[in-house]
């Protein structure tokens, strides 16, 4: 699977928008740009997926480049419920191989401040 | 509430024991995840069970082992335990082999003493 890169630590502003950026400059063109969040030693939640297009979804909108290297996760409305350590994981969609599993690296723990 | 369930929510044992953690897919679910989540570490996939077959491995010790019942539930087995696998264990469902999806339950905290 392509490496991702997050920063470690965000701070945003309670119901500002929330923009998480990640790069993925080695992702290949059956990989999925993934977005999952762990709100503190609760089990990770998925939150949106995505390969070429843009996506929106009850919990956020996921924008990907055109040349795929990279993606921002957008929390329209950020509020304090939404801090926590936020995944991007880049994973192939196929039935072949074991090289479908999700792979979280150390993601980027979004602060929301009252 | 993601709808998978994992008993026990915490559990203190001794070293060189033996452990089972049980997990209960969402309904309709027929794939399992187990990962292993420490300070150092991060998540880390273990193993995942399709239909009550093993369907892919990761990091996991020779130690350890699990299963998928009949019924679809889950149980991992961690064996002659050492004070490094103290960790929170987490387990996930999805509906396929290959789901974009992940359902994780709320983990068991494993303190090896």
């Known amino acids: 699977d392509a490496k991702t890169t997050q920063p470690p630590s965000m701070d945003c502003a309670e119901g500002r928008a929330a923009n998480l950026p990640c790069n993925h400059s080695?992702?290949?063109?059956?990989?999925?740009v993934y977005w999952y969040r762990q709100i503190h030693s609760q089990g990770p939640q998925y939150i949106i997926h995505?390969?070429?297009n843009n996506e929106t979804n009850e919990m956020a909108s996921l924008i990907i480049t055109e040349d795929r290297k990279s993606s921002t996760l957008i929390l329209p409305h950020a509020t304090l419920r939404d801090t926590a350590v936020y995944y991007c994981?880049?994973?192939?969609?196929?039935?072949?191989?074991?090289?479908?599993?999700?792979?979280f690296g150390k993601g980027t723990l979004l602060t929301v401040n009252p | 509430d993601s709808g998978v369930t994992q008993t026990p929510k915490h559990l203190i044992t001794a070293t060189g024991q033996r452990v089972t953690l049980r997990c209960s897919p969402r309904?309709?679910?027929?794939?399992v995840y187990w990962y292993q989540q420490s300070l150092d570490q991060g998540l880390q996939f273990l193993i995942q069970?399709?239909?009550?077959?093993?369907?892919a491995k990761g990091n996991i010790l020779e130690r350890f082992s699990a299963q998928q019942f009949p019924d679809l539930h889950s149980e991992l087995n961690l064996s002659s335990l050492e004070l490094g696998d103290s960790a929170l264990y987490f387990c996930?469902?999805?509906?396929?082999?290959?789901?974009?999806?992940?359902?994780f339950g709320s983990g068991t905290q494993l303190s090896v003493l």
């Open positions: 080695t992702i290949s063109g059956n990989e999925y």
């Open positions: 994981i880049v994973r192939a969609s196929n039935s072949g191989g074991s090289n479908y599993k999700l792979t």
């Open positions: 309904s309709g679910d027929l794939s």
């Open positions: 996930a469902s999805s509906r396929d082999r290959v789901d974009e999806k992940l359902f």
């Open positions: 069970y399709y239909n009550g077959e093993e369907r």
């Open positions: 995505g390969l070429k």
